[in-house]
């Protein structure tokens, strides 16, 4: 029994409770998450978890997974060992913006926020994705440069990284991984982006479809980290 939207069982698969003991990353979940009812238990030889800690789980088993056809624009190595090798903790919450802190390397904690169940996917696994590599960019790169913006893709701070971990999606991710429809939505979103977060860069739009959302700016920046751009009001972090 997988969560409703799953559309790679394996995605949504209960882990191990070894894999969990020994998971490489450090977690922690707010109460309001833990207080949940289970989807996988100790008992069934997983851990005791809820679906947004599993969300959590598999999303980076998940980046583990991703392979691209060229290597990433900031690092010349894997979306998961780049990241796993910044040692970040992470702190899950049920409310805020996503934000970076501490965010010194070797003692940096991601914090973010998923403030509902949200189905395992890759369309919402690669859009949490994005989100992490944000704040996790943050560590080696400080804050952003333009406000509470970035000036350009290119420049590869942590909007660079997030929406390149977007684009890279919608173009080189190796085959048998993703569905086309989750290529679509991920260029996307970093087309909305690249038109919100960005001082000095603009997408140009192929597709029609991303029109109607890249109006309202501010509500997207930070918090594309956290929720499909399409979406209501959120602060923004740092
Ligand atoms: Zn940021």
Redesign the pocket.
Known sequence: MFPPGSDDASLAACPSAGLIASFPIAITFASEITNRPLVCTAAAGSADLTQRQLFVYAALLAMEKLRFTRPLPWTNESLWAWFAGLRPRLSIRTSGG???GPCSPGNAQLNLALPSDRPINWHNIINFLGGLA??A??IEVG??VCG?RDRRVADMH??GV?NSVYTWVADYVADGIVTQADREAARIWACQQRNSAFCDDRCSPTSSLWLGAAKNSSDR??ST?MAPPVGGLRPA??
């Open positions: 996503a934000s970076c944000h704040e960019r943050h804050n952003h509470v942590a909007f997030h920046l930070e980290a972090g740092t």
